[in-house]
């Protein structure tokens, strides 16, 4: 059986609009031109924003990550704060950054002295293989981190 497929004309409109959108299309791209990875300068600056001149000090988080996950849409992530989350010792605030996502600053998340646990469970984007990094501001004004590598894969394959 044989199809026949008649050919209509295209009207000078739809050139002009698909010459629009092409133009839009150019102009938009050349605007944002930082949506590739974020450089560790990036993530450094955004951390010295958060937290100044404080140092940031080693221990009391925990990071539940997978070291290779095979699909970077959804990467699961865990953390936990150690303290005692009472009025006087507390944990303020845990900042989640990806240092090669286009947008290095991915959580924040805020607690009170009536949070149980300073623990967190949810799923996050990676965009390639690359360290997360975790800034605890705790109640006192000290400021604990902690790191971990994941290595994003496609399909199983190395990335």
Request: net charge neutral; aromatic share 6%.
């Amino acid at each position: 059986m044989v199809r026949k497929i008649e050919m209509q004309p295209v009207s000078r409109r739809d050139i002009l609009g698909f010459a629009g959108a092409a133009a839009f299309t150019a102009v938009a791209t050349s605007l944002f031109p930082k949506a590739a990875d974020a450089a560790m300068a990036d993530v450094d600056a955004a951390i010295k924003q958060l937290i100044g001149s404080t140092e940031t000090m080693a221990g009391r988080i925990t990071i539940e990550l997978p070291q290779i996950a095979e699909n970077g849409n959804t990467v699961p992530l865990g953390f936990e704060v150690e303290s005692p989350m009472t009025d006087s010792d507390y944990v303020k605030s845990v900042h989640v950054f990806a240092e090669k996502n286009p947008f290095p600053d991915v959580a924040t998340f805020r607690f009170t002295p009536a949070s149980a646990r300073a623990k967190v469970s949810t799923r996050m984007r990676l965009a390639k293989t690359q360290n997360v990094i975790v800034v605890a501001q705790m109640s006192d004004g000290s400021v604990y981190m902690a790191k971990t590598e994941v290595k994003v894969t496609i399909g199983g394959c190395g990335g």
